[in-house]
T-cell receptor
Framework: AQSVAQPEDQVNVAEGNPLTVKCTYS??????LFWYVQYPNRGLQFLLK??????LVKGSYGFEAEFNKSQTSFHLKKPSALVSDSALYFC????????????FGTGTSLTVIP | DADVTQTPRNRITKTGKRIMLECSQT?????MYWYRQDPGLGLRLIYY???????NKGEISDGYSVSRQAQAKFSLSLESAIPNQTALYFC?????????????FGPGTRLTVL
């Protein structure tokens, strides 16, 4: 079965500090991996994706994520957090060999403390 | 996202009532999706459609039906609403090309079934 795990429901970080939001996955075949962000009362917005190539992917708003095949992880990172980064973050996977749909994690609520 | 709109934004209904949620998009995308979001469960796929004549069940289609009236319109119906269908519902679209193209989400419909 295809699945995505976000082990932390809540992450708190001080403004200016680096942030990490964790994601691990389990799929058959190669994974296509995505991060989305959801602000209050809004739909999800695409941040970045890994399809192939360089394991470090850069996306919108200064976010980046690193694909680690051996650890089956795709953690989202940002060197210096902003209060405006406070939101709900979702990791998603699209299985490359059986895929016709995305599988989403349960979400991680990020709070950046001023 | 203004390109993907959902109506209504909020709805309160009673058990047993029929209700329709509507989604329209101006992105010109062929692929449309309906998800529900529940706290602690993330997003789960209800139905998806790759073009006007194509309808597919997602992982939680029981109790729901859909209609793809046109390329730009995709409606979700609850024939006889029940309380455990209380959730936040999102419509999403994606463009031609790879099935794993990123998705664009509407603002959501908050449905409460009493």
């Amino acid at each position: 079965a295809q699945s995505v795990a976000q082990p932390e429901d809540q992450v708190n970080v001080a403004e200016g500090n680096p942030l990490t939001v964790k994601c691990t996955y389990s799929v058959s075949g190669n994974p296509y991996l995505f991060w989305y962000v959801q602000y209050p009362n809004r739909g999800l917005q695409f941040l970045l994706k890994y399809i192939t190539g360089d394991n470090l992917v850069k996306g919108s708003y200064g976010f980046e994520a690193e694909f680690n095949k051996s650890q089956t992880s795709f953690h989202l990172k940002k060197p210096s957090a902003l209060v405006s980064d406070s939101a709900l973050y979702f990791c998603a996977v699209f299985p490359s060999n059986t895929g016709n749909q995305f599988y989403f994690g349960t979400g991680t609520s990020l709070t950046v403390i001023p | 996202d203004a390109d993907v709109t959902q109506t209504p934004r909020n709805r309160i209904t009673k058990t047993g009532k029929r209700i329709m949620l509507e989604c329209s998009q101006t992105k010109g995308h062929d692929r449309m999706y309906w998800y529900r979001q529940d706290p602690g469960l993330g997003l789960r796929l209800i139905y998806y459609s790759f073009d006007v004549k194509d309808i597919n069940k997602g992982e939680i289609s029981d109790g729901y039906s859909v209609s793809r009236q046109a390329q730009a319109k995709f409606s979700l119906s609850l024939e006889s609403a029940i309380p455990n269908q209380t959730a936040l519902y999102f419509c999403a679209t994606s463009g031609l090309g790879s099935l794993y193209n990123e998705q664009f989400f509407g603002p959501g419909t908050r449905l409460t079934v009493l």
